[in-house]
């Protein structure tokens, strides 16, 4: 099986999470960080994973375009989808909607929050303001959901699979 971690980050932590999926899936495996590089041959994948990160509300406008750019295609694929963020609960909830579009919420065969981090050390002036002001911290906070990964790489694992022998 071929997958391919299509991925934005701001300060790495999406970064971690695609190496710890990577380590997860086992298998061949490739990682595009979208933002440095070019996704070639979307269509010789079987599993493909997009993941970004939500600032002031909004994930990655290279994953969004994406996501639209190849929704045709992704729709014919196994899919996976999931975001970090600070939040937790409803609001979580309500930015992982509104990060992908909805025919590819709806095929996707996992879609999770995989938690976040806050790295002080990585931010510039505005956004240890934006911090600061907004989720009321200026300590770095880890919050990666390491249980959340292993779960979402053991559905997609175990989703595929099944399919695959239907
Ligand atoms: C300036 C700034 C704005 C952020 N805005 C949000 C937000 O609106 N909602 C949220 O849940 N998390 C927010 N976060 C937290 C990020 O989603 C979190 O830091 C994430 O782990 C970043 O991953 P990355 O390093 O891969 O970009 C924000 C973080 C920063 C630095």
Request: charged residues 25%; contains cysteine; positive net charge.
């Amino acid at each position: 099986m071929k997958t391919l971690i299509v991925y934005a980050t701001r300060h790495g932590s999406t970064e971690k999470v695609t190496s710890r999926l990577m380590e997860l899936i086992k298998g061949d495996v490739t990682s595009v960080n979208l933002e440095k590089q070019k996704v070639t041959g979307l269509e010789n994948y079987d599993l493909i994973i997009i993941g970004g990160s939500i600032h002031e509300g909004s994930i990655q406008s290279s994953i969004h375009k994406f996501c639209i750019q190849h929704e045709r295609l992704l729709l014919e694929k196994n899919l996976g989808l999931f975001i970090l963020c600070i939040e937790t609960g409803i609001k979580a909830l309500t930015q992982i909607e509104n990060a992908f579009p909805e025919p590819l919420r709806a095929k996707s065969l996992a879609m999770d929050t995989l938690g976040g981090e806050l790295l002080i050390e990585r931010m510039n002036f505005i956004e240890k303001f934006l911090v600061k002001k907004i989720m009321k911290t200026k300590e770095s906070v880890y919050r990666l959901d390491n249980q959340a990964i292993e779960v979402f790489a053991q559905t997609l694992l175990s989703k595929t699979t099944q399919l695959a022998v239907q």
